[in-house]
């Protein structure tokens, strides 16, 4: 069985930072991509940032260009997202997902959630 655990959520003002973990179990990792996607309440899921499973691709949303940066270390199972100069925007419940195909930005391509992570930045 797979599973897909987030941490690292938390209050933080803005311009600060904070950094995500998202570890899986119950599947082969190196052959998932990785993707973080959030969702502030009335708003639709919006994907964040993506890596491939050797790390060697990346995706970033505009919104977090220049700001945000994914990585990955395949021996812990674990994706990293670092999350600089925060903004009160970049305050939803952030999700990290695993999936088989490079499809960053959409949603329905990936396979297995997390349950998701709070990060609220105060102004």
């Known amino acids: 069985q797979v599973h897909v655990v987030e941490s690292g959520g938390g209050l933080v003002q803005a311009g600060g930072s904070l950094t995500l973990s998202c570890t899986a179990s119950?599947?082969?990792?190196?052959?998932?991509?990785v993707g973080w996607f959030r969702q502030a309440p009335g708003k639709e899921r919006e994907g964040v940032s993506c890596?491939?499973?050797?790390?060697?691709?990346?995706y970033y949303a505009d919104s977090v260009m220049g700001r945000f940066t994914i990585s990955r270390d395949n021996a812990k199972n674990t994706v990293y997202l670092q999350m600089n100069s925060l903004k009160p925007e970049d305050t939803a419940m952030y999700y990290c997902?695993?999936?088989?195909?490079?499809?960053?930005?959409?949603?329905?391509?990936?396979?297995?959630w997390g349950q998701g992570t709070q990060v609220t930045v105060s102004s």
């Open positions: 119950g599947l082969t990792f190196v052959d998932y991509d």
């Open positions: 997902a695993a999936a088989s195909w490079w499809r960053p930005y959409d949603p329905s391509v990936y396979n297995y």
């Open positions: 890596i491939s499973g050797t790390g060697g691709r990346t």
